[in-house]
């Protein structure tokens, strides 16, 4: 019963959480920087090997080996009415000792792998700018940055592919929609755009795992989730169902999740500074799409005028991938099994970024909008 020992993982755990919450150094140097990478790196390497997604098979597999357990359980202790008392409580204890010692070691990796991340320096510590309060004439002043980026970077990426003539994988169909078939290509240049953005933050240096597609991604959208990260196979989900622009961000995001920054927000804008700064057009279209979308949701708020103004400089090209994935969007949301799903999955989510530190819930995503004025500015003024 050496394995009993495994329990002590459960107030270790624990433990390392307290710490990590009174400490943001403690959080930072021995968690994020210590034991989330010791145990991700060759966890991460391990499974990075296999090209498809094992989280999405031991998800599939989990209710089913819950089920099989159970009837197994129930066999042991009620099969036999010839079964003594005394064997019934050596089942009983075997079973409570197995059990808890899977839960400690599930425990032990997400407090390792992702738990005590939440408590690490904000992100904002290792840019070149402070955020600070900003006024609605610097929102708006961004949003008109971001809308003219998402313009040009599009229409790069249309004239990439003129250049390009016929191509069997071309990555914009006939409507000027962007359609990303080839994920390993995507995967790879998400790779290549975080080496290229180490330089100017070294705090991206360390990486591990790997970004992978969702086989069931039809059915995940149903939960409202484009993207996530599983910190016990050190994978980054993706949901390959969804409109094709979103696929570089998205994949980005989760990417951010491996690097150890788990704050919502935080690896919204890291996958935009990953994306705009990439020498690919449809990744730069993708990270200014991601920044347009949150800064513009953000101005609406303020006023709507405004917001229609800067809708209004929008171009065809743009409007084509935008009025895909709504059209995507209405068919699911029109459906029983989306609204139920999706509020169960927002509430889930909702608890899960609460009970991690993130007071505002879901609302945290929020102050991505004042990351990406403050890198603006920074930005402008040089």
Not at 157 to 168: G, M, R, S
Request: hydrophobic fraction near 40%; aromatic fraction near 14%.
């Amino acid at each position: 019963m050496k394995r009993k020992y495994l329990l002590l993982l459960i107030p270790v755990s624990i433990l390392c959480i307290l710490l990590a919450k009174m400490s943001s150094v403690a959080a930072e140097y021995i968690f994020a920087r210590g034991l989330f990478k010791i145990i991700s790196v060759p966890l991460g390497f391990i499974t990075g090997l296999l090209p498809f997604s094992i989280a999405e098979i031991l998800v599939i597999l989990f209710p089913v080996c819950i089920l099989v357990l159970i009837g197994r359980f129930c066999y042991l202790m009620f099969g036999s009415k010839k079964m003594l008392r005394r064997n019934r409580k050596q089942v009983l204890k075997r079973w409570a000792v197995n059990t808890g010692v899977f839960v400690s070691i599930l425990l032990f990796l997400f407090t390792t792998l992702c738990g005590t991340n939440y408590y690490r320096f904000e992100f904002e510590q290792f840019c070149k700018f402070e955020v600070e309060e900003y006024s609605e004439e610097e929102l708006y002043s961004l949003c008109e940055y971001l809308a003219e980026k998402v313009n040009e970077s599009k229409k790069q990426l249309i004239e990439e592919e003129i250049q390009k003539a016929v191509t069997k994988e071309t990555k914009i169909n006939e409507n000027n929609v962007v359609v990303l078939d080839n994920f390993s290509e995507v995967a790879d240049e998400a790779k290549k755009a975080y080496q290229k953005l180490q330089k100017n933050y070294p705090v991206l240096k360390y990486s591990t795992g790997a970004a992978k597609p969702v086989l069931l991604s039809k059915y995940m959208s149903y939960t409202g989730i484009v993207g996530i990260y599983f910190p016990f196979t050190v994978e980054a989900n993706v949901n390959t169902d969804v409109a094709g622009y979103n696929r570089p961000a998205d994949m980005c995001h989760e990417l951010a999740h491996l690097h150890g920054f788990m704050r919502e927000n935080e690896a919204n804008f890291i996958s935009y500074l990953v994306c705009t700064n990439s020498d690919e057009a449809y990744f730069r279209y993708s990270g200014y799409m991601l920044g347009y979308i949150y800064a513009t949701n953000a101005l609406y708020d303020e006023d709507v005028k405004k917001y229609m103004q800067i809708a209004s400089m929008l171009s065809d090209e743009v409007r084509a991938d935008l009025d895909f994935e709504h059209e995507y969007w209405k068919q699911l949301e029109s459906t029983q099994a989306y609204q139920t799903v999706e509020a169960v999955s927002d509430k889930v989510n909702d608890t899960y970024l609460k009970v991690n530190g993130q007071t505002d819930g879901v609302k945290s995503y929020g102050k991505m909008v004042d990351l990406l004025i403050a890198q603006y500015l920074a930005e402008s003024q040089q």
